[in-house]
Each structure stands twice: as C-alpha cells, then as structure tokens.
C-alpha cells in the first residue's frame, strides 16, 4: 500500500515537474477553466444578491391591488372610486377607528443619472402616505427628515443614492418642469423599495397631473396571506378589474425576469465549460503522448498502472482546481459586494449588491473539478493502457 | 551449460495480427538460460531479438506455449503480477537509455527501489552504491539530460542494479553509442556477470560487443543457431 502510494506520489512529481515543457498548453487550459468558473459565479452571486433584495421586499401580511393585467405597479391605474370599493371588502385590517388600513400610491419614472456610466437611467419614483410606511416593515430615516405633506419634498432610498448621482440630501433635483428638494435618506432593510424616491401621494398625483387617480393599492391583511374576501369581491362587482396579490407574490413575479437570466448563465457555463473540458482533455492528452516512454519504462521496472492512471488524473485535477481558485477569487474581487442595478419588472432599475458566499465559492471549485476529473479520466486511463513495449520502440 | 535453470522456454510461439496479416515471428520455439550466464543475442533486423527479450521480460506475451522462470510459470500471469515479479527479479536496460529526464542521476537510481519497503535512508544508501559501482557518485545530483550517452547508460545501469536483481535484460545497450564508450559498458556488464553473479541476456548487432558474452545464440527466421564465438 505504501508502495502504490509512493508510485503514484512519483509519477505525479514527475508530471508536475515537466509542465514546464507544455507550460502554455496547461496554462491556457488553467485559463479556460478559471473564466468559466468566474463567469458562473458572476451570474450566481449576482441572482443571489437579487434573490435577497426581493425577498425582503415582499411581504404576506400586505395586499396589493392593481389594475388585471398591468402585471407592474407602473402599467396599473386606479380611480379613486375603485380604490374606495376595494378597500372596502373583507378580510382587510382596521384601525381603532374602524377604519380599513390602506395605502394608494403612485409609481411614476424620473430619470437620474448613474453614477457609473454618467448616462440617464429610469429611477422610480413613489407616492406614499404614512399608512404606506407602516405596510412596509424596517422603514428608517436614515439621515435628515421625512418629507412633509404638500410641499415638493422627496426621500431617497439608500440603493438609489448610491446608483444615482445628485441625490444628497438637501440638494434640490429637478423632473421635468418641477423642482423637489431631498430632505433625507431612507432605508428598507436591503429590500427593493431602497431603490426608490418616497414624495407625499397627493404632491405626486398634482405635479404629475394624474387628478384623483392612483396606481395600487397595498393594503394590511386581517390574516397574513388571505386575500380570499377582495378576490371574492373583484369576482361578483363587475366594475372592478383587479388583481390582487399578497405582496410577496407580486415580487416574486418580478423576479422571475432575473431567474431567465440566471438559467442563461447556467447555459453559457455549461457551454464554456464543455470548451474549457476540450481544452483539458488536449493538455492531458498530450501530456501522456509527451510521456508515453517513460510511463512505458516505469511499467517496465515494474511501476503499476494505477500509479499511470492516477499520476495522470492529479496533474489534471491540480491543474484544474488551481483555474477553479483563479476564476473565483477573480470573480470574488471584482463581484463582491459589488452593486449594480437591473430592470425589475417596472422597468425601472432595482439596485441590489453581487452576493459571494462560501457555498458559491465551493461551487466554483466543484465545477473546476468536475471539468479536471473528467478531463483527465480519460488520458489517464490511455496513459494506464499504454503497453509496456513501447518503452522498448527505437527512436526518441 | 552448467549451473542452475533460471529460464526455460517451452514450444514458445508468438504471433501477430496485423489487420487480415498474420506474422509468425517464432513457431514452436526452445530455449534455456541457466543462472549466472552472460548471454548475446544476435541476428539480423526483423528477426525477432527484441520480441524475444519482452517475451523474457515478461512485457510481451507468447501467443503459445510455456515460460518458466526458477521453475515457475510466468506468461500466465496478470499483469499486475508481472510487473511485481519483474521488479523483483528484472533490471532492463534499454538501447535509449529511458531515463526520466525531470529527474537527476540519483531519482532515477531511487526508481526501482519505491517498489520496496525500503526507508529513504536506506533506499539513498543503495543508491550510492550503484552510482559508486558505475562511477558517478560525483554526478549524483546532476540532471540526466545534461549528460552524455556514455554517462546516461551507466546511470541506466546503476538503475537496472540497484535493487540488486538477478537477471539483467539488455537491447542493444550500446547500440546509441561509440566504440570506447562501448566497451567500458560492456566490461561493466562483464564485470555484473562475472564479479556480482548477475545474469545478463543481452540483444545486439554488434559482434564485437557479443564478444563480451560467454555464449552467443543467432536468430534467424525465428530459429536459433549457438555458434561456437570462435567460429
Ligand atoms: N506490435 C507488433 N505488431 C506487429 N508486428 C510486430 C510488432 N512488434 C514487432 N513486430 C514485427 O515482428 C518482427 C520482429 O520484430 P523485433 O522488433 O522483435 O525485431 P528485432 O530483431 O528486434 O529487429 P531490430 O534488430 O530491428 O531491432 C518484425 O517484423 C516486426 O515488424
Ligand atoms: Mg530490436
């Protein structure tokens, strides 16, 4: 037993050793490999940094209502008669007053300007109350002050201040013909709303002239999750066209957009790893074709086998987790914590940070070994078949 | 012949296939080789010395009849087997040298000996003492790429001896290289037969080096004529 392993531990060496005659060969499928892995790990630190801005955004105890069909707060309207039928119907929370608890609001898109690429970008704006703060859980001011009730104040949320230029506070922002001041900061707690502007719903609705109108309506469920008693409604009154979603749901459906583009990051992993496996199985290849005589004189001086086979196969797997560690400490420098910003559903830009976690690292190396393993399993076991005359063949 | 049988070949054949082809190198061949003989095999290209030196070595199988080594049956053995029984009882060494060129002089030397369950200290100490008794203690450290032929196919050697086999098994050890050199590696074989009790079966072109041997076996067409060396 000491004995294979002292075999195999030579055979290794002596691979090791004369990489330097395929330096460039091995370096570039070391390279192939590490892009691969970067790049998977891109698109999965990014999908879970998005995963985690959503998930705190939605909640179960909130209803939304918007228009059938608008599929996004910004496509739905919402007469105030509608909002007044609605909020109306069962299964709503009250007040001490025995008043339903409800939000209407506006979603109205301002352009900004990112601080990254200095170009114009949607960055949603919302009309809100204060009923509208306490639906929404972890809501602070985080600098300066709320804004007040009819004057054109705004609060910004952390997410957009961060992707968008001009919005400290005390500084005055112009959208379209209208002048605003930011009068503080707000956070959410990481959830998609910090990528948001807040303004007074009625400031919104005039300086944007949308009448009475409002967009949704969120309201708070009596029991989390139940939103059978408004379903109920918007089915038996014709006037209402709704749709009605605990918040939860309607952010996970914003979030399938993303989910697309992560299965396309599998896709394009998968297809680079199949080149980078090519790239592998032509190194290991020609690393036993290099080595055919000494593998057969080893075999000859009574070497076994399985020292070739697995001598062969961990010259290919060290090759391969050394690309795997490359690729993902690449990626963990130039991703993590790394924020950007993509469409949500509004089509409107949800900033969120890239989220590089050890089970992603892990993952990366996983997939690097998978490519080395398979791409030395094969030129190992030629390397173990090789017959032992061949040591004995003339020539150099 | 005198001594004890170390080899003996019964009816041995060897045939290959080569697409529709079949080649018939030996067909029904004798032979025997007692411990402690130095013996030169000769014959013109294609006559199947070297086939015949695998097929001792336990590297290329007969397609027919019987190898016995110290009276046990070696030609039916795995090939795992084989290869612990060559590297028991087998130093090869080959026309080209086949030294790992990563390594220096003395790994190579060390090879055969991470087959045994020898410690480092004593596996460096047989090591010496095969370089000692080529003459390259001075080069122990030196990469074998950066030698000459001469000095190459004497750390072949110190690598065939050091774990102190009984046979040597050797094709055209001096094929690759001059007359002079040639002759000081073939009285270092002379010297392992002679000095160090080593059986030596040595495939060669080259009469002056068969001269060497104690006996002499011509291979032609697969047959065998031993011819007196003064012949
Ligand atoms: N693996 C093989 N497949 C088919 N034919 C082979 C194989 N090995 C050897 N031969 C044939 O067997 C014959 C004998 O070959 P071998 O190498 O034993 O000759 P040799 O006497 O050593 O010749 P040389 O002096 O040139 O080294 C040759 O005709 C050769 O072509
Ligand atoms: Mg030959």
């Known amino acids: 037993m000491t004995s294979i392993f002292s075999q195999i531990l030579t055979v290794m060496m002596m691979n090791i050793r004369s990489l330097p005659q395929r330096f460039w060969m091995s370096f570039s499928a070391t390279l192939a490999i590490s892009v691969v892995v970067a790049v998977l790990l891109s698109f999965l630190s990014m999908s879970k940094g998005f995963e985690k801005t959503l998930e705190g955004a939605g909640s179960e105890n909130t209803a939304i209502v918007t228009r059938s069909g608008s599929k996004s707060e910004l496509n739905s309207v919402l007469s105030n008669d509608i909002v007044n039928i609605i909020t109306a119907a069962p299964g709503i929370a009250h007040n001490a007053a025995g008043q339903p608890i409800y939000s209407p609001e506006l979603f109205v898109i301002v352009d900004g300007i990112r601080r990254s690429s200095k170009l114009k970008a949607n960055l949603p704006m919302r009309g809100i109350s204060s009923v509208g703060f306490e639906l929404r859980s972890n809501v602070e001011i985080a600098e300066g002050r709320m804004f007040e009730a009819g004057k054109n104040e705004i609060i910004v949320g952390k997410a957009a201040q961060r992707e968008f230029a001009g919005f400290d506070v005390g500084t005055e922002v112009r959208f379209g013909k209208t002048i605003w001041t930011v009068v503080g900061l707000f956070s959410t707690g990481g959830s998609a709303f910090e990528s948001e502007l807040w303004a007074d719903t009625r400031t919104v609705q005039s300086q944007f002239r949308r009448g009475n109108s409002f967009q949704t309506v969120r309201v708070l469920l009596e029991t989390p999750g139940d939103v059978q008693g408004m379903v109920d409604l918007v089915k038996q009154d014709p006037r209402l066209v709704l749709d009605i979603q605990t918040e939860a749901e309607f952010f996970s459906e914003q979030g399938e957009a993303l989910s697309g583009l992560v299965s396309i990051g599998w896709a394009l992993s998968i297809i680079m790893s199949l080149g980078a496996l090519a790239g592998a199985l032509n190194t290991m290849y020609t690393s036993v074709s290099d080595r055919e005589r000494e593998i057969a004189t080893l075999r000859a001086i009574g070497f076994s086998n399985i020292s070739a086979f697995f001598g062969t196969l961990v010259e290919s797997i060290v090759l391969s987790i050394l690309g795997g560690f490359i690729g993902a400490i690449a990626s963990y420098l130039f991703m993590n914590g790394r924020t950007t910003a993509t469409m949500g559903g509004n089509f409107t830009q949800v900033g969120f940070s890239f989220e590089m976690s050890p089970e992603l690292f892990q993952d990366g190396i996983y997939l690097a070994l998978i490519i080395g393993l398979v791409g030395g399993i094969f030129p190992a076991w030629r390397a173990a078949r090789l017959p032992v005359i061949l040591a004995f063949r003339g020539g150099v | ?231």
């Open chain 2, 1 to 231: 012949m005198s001594g004890k049988l170390l080899y003996d070949l019964k009816s041995v054949s060897k045939t290959f296939v080569k697409g529709k082809e079949k080649i018939t190198i030996f067909d029904k061949l004798d032979m025997s080789i007692a411990e402690g003989d130095f013996l030169a095999i000769m014959g013109p290209s294609g006559s199947g010395k070297t086939t015949l030196l695998n097929m001792l070595g336990g590297v290329d199988q007969p397609t027919g009849g019987e190898v016995f080594f110290n009276n046990s049956r070696v030609d039916t053995l795995s090939e795992g087997q084989l290869a612990r029984w060559r590297a028991n009882n087998i130093g090869f060494i080959f026309q080209f040298y086949n030294l790992m060129p990563m390594l220096n002089a003395a790994r190579n030397v060390e090879l055969p000996l991470l087959l045994t369950k020898l410690s480092s200290s004593q596996r460096k100490k047989s090591v010496e003492t095969a370089l000692k008794l080529v003459g390259l203690s001075d080069r122990a450290t030196h990469m074998t790429s950066e030698m000459s032929g001469g000095q190459q196919q004497r750390v072949a050697i110190a690598r065939a001896i050091v774990s102190d086999p009984k046979l040597l098994l050797c094709d055209e050890p001096t094929g690759d290289l001059d007359r002079k050199t040639a002759d000081e590696i073939l009285s270092m074989l002379q010297l392992l037969n002679r000095k160090f009790g080593k059986t030596i079966v040595m495939v060669t072109h080259d009469a002056a080096a068969a001269a060497y041997a104690k006996r002499t076996l011509h291979l032609d067409k697969g047959v065998f004529v031993e011819k007196d060396l003064a012949a």
